[in-house]
């Protein structure tokens, strides 16, 4: 059963959380090819199942989760002998994005496994308490969520990043860079020199990860900061634009025009409405 929340509720914590549920599957039962617009985490229950994404393919088994990242193709199918039984949690913004790196999770390797399989059940304990509330409680469900992303990160096999070489130390320097100066002008030159490597370098990093650029990432960070901020009618488009690092108010409307496919104005304006 599935059960979908208005992202608006909580989009200016961080944390857009589009819909969660739980299945039991039949055997071999498939879904997919399938793309996703957010980041799907599901969460293995009991029994098991395959994951497919390319030309590679992950068996997942009980108390293990797979994660499908966005604009990927990917199929999954549980086992013919043990189905698996499986909850899901569907969501963005810049907590998920910071909190599945620290889980381990890239597009090379979207399997979480537990360092303490006795431990695990903390993570599916708060999975279970966040399947089972209403929509309506928007705030519950995201509490829920950080804490079963908590729990996650709490039990990494591996440690999660730290045992991936000195990239994605790299990458997370990066990361830390842009969140705390994505409100003024700076150039993806200016991080790669912050971290001591290559621009190329750099980039091969963000698309290893995220399947795009540091500066497509500066973007959709600054859009996820920009959608909070409009939800304030009372500040001034001029003021958020200058808030996000762009020169000028005509500046910031091209892009988020290019974005979201509407004017900062006219965001603003359904918002409203809907609210």
């Known amino acids: ?71 990927e193709i990917t199929t999954y199918t549980a086992d013919k002998q043990r ?19 620290k889980c381990g999770l890239r597009r090379d390797m979207p399997i979480w496994r537990p360092k303490d399989p006795l431990s695990s059940d903390d993570a599916r304990q708060h999975l279970q308490q966040l399947v089972a509330q209403d929509p309506l409680h928007s705030l519950r469900i995201a509490g829920l969520s950080c804490l079963f992303l908590d729990a996650l990160i709490a039990n990494v096999a591996d440690g999660g990043n730290e045992d991936n070489g000195c990239g ?6 990066a990361v830390q860079y842009m969140e705390r100066h994505y409100h003024r002008s700076f150039t993806i030159g200016e991080v790669a020199e912050y971290c001591n490597i290559d621009r190329s370098y750099l980039s091969r990093l963000f698309q290893q990860q995220f399947g795009y650029g540091p500066k497509h990432y500066l973007l959709l960070l600054r859009m996820d900061v920009a959608t909070s901020l409009l939800s304030d009618p009372n500040l001034p488009i001029k003021i958020i634009a200058y808030s996000l690092g762009y020169a000028s108010q005509m500046q910031f409307a091209k892009v988020f025009q290019q974005h979201f496919h509407c004017s900062p104005t006219r965001w603003r304006q359904e918002k409203t409405q809907s609210t």
């Open 1 to 71: 059963m599935q059960k979908d929340i208005h992202p608006d509720d909580i989009a200016q914590f961080g944390l857009n959380i589009y819909q969660y549920g739980h299945e039991v599957c039949a055997s071999q039962h498939s879904y997919g090819p399938a793309v996703r617009q957010h980041y799907l985490i599901h969460y293995v229950i009991s029994g098991g199942g395959t994951l497919f994404s390319g030309n590679q393919r992950w068996p997942v088994r009980q108390g293990e989760a797979f994660l499908i990242h966005p604009h």
């Open 83 to 101: 189905p698996w039984e499986y909850m899901w949690l569907e969501l963005d913004g810049l907590i998920a994005v910071r909190s599945l790196e």
């Open 168 to 173: 994605n130390k790299h990458l997370d320097h």
